[in-house]
């Protein structure tokens, strides 16, 4: 799904490839941070507890609030800490309270964490990188989602199973109706 809209988003990336020049860098860390949350949260999902992989995913606001203070340098407030306070009682309580101590994260929890990390970690990296086109910062994302979930799928102990001309029909049309147009919606929505 995602490498269909990168084809799709290519020809308006390389048209924009002048003001890619020094760029390079930010564009691979968005590729990386993009591609690894989106990825990380649909494989989570698939192997886990829908409800614990999306508390553990939306916990990128918090990771948001500590990396304003570590990175641009913003002071912690007296409403971000309440909100950080909360979001974090609000998991524990709801993941078994102390119990949560008591067992070591799964693979699928570290996943869905990392996902919301990564997120947290792309909103900065796309602010930063807002003077690059809208369809440069969607292709990156989105290319590094498909490289990433192909990793995922080479990992796999089961083979690939081959897929007829409808299958892939199935599996491309949400790329081009879903995909190419929410991640393009995001990206604007970030920017506002």
Not at 25 to 49: E, Q, Y
Not at 66 to 80: K, Q, S, V, W, Y
Request: hydrophobic residues 60%; glycine residues 10%.
């Amino acid at each position: 799904m995602f490498g269909l809209s990168v084809l799709l988003l290519l020809p308006f990336v390389l048209n924009n490839l002048a003001k890619l020049r020094g760029q390079i860098r930010l564009i691979l860390l968005i590729a990386a941070l993009g591609g690894w949350a989106t990825a990380a949260l649909v494989t989570s999902l698939a192997a886990g507890s829908v409800v614990r992989v999306m508390l553990l995913f939306y916990l990128a606001p918090v990771w948001t609030i500590l990396e304003a203070r570590i990175f641009p340098g913003e002071a912690f407030t007296r409403l971000r800490l309440i909100a950080l306070s909360l979001a974090l009682a609000g998991l524990a309580a709801t993941l078994g309270g102390p119990e949560i101590f008591s067992m070591p994260l799964s693979g699928v929890d570290a996943l869905a964490l990392s996902s919301g990390l990564a997120f947290a970690f792309n909103n900065v990296a796309l602010r930063v990188g807002h003077g690059l086109p809208d369809t440069v910062r969607a292709m990156a994302i989105n290319a590094g989602c498909a490289l990433i979930s192909f990793g995922f799928v080479c990992r796999e102990v089961k083979p690939m199973r081959t897929l007829d001309a409808m299958q892939m029909g199935i599996l491309f049309a949400p790329g081009l109706f879903r995909v190419l147009p929410g991640t393009l919606a995001t990206l604007s929505r970030l920017l506002l």
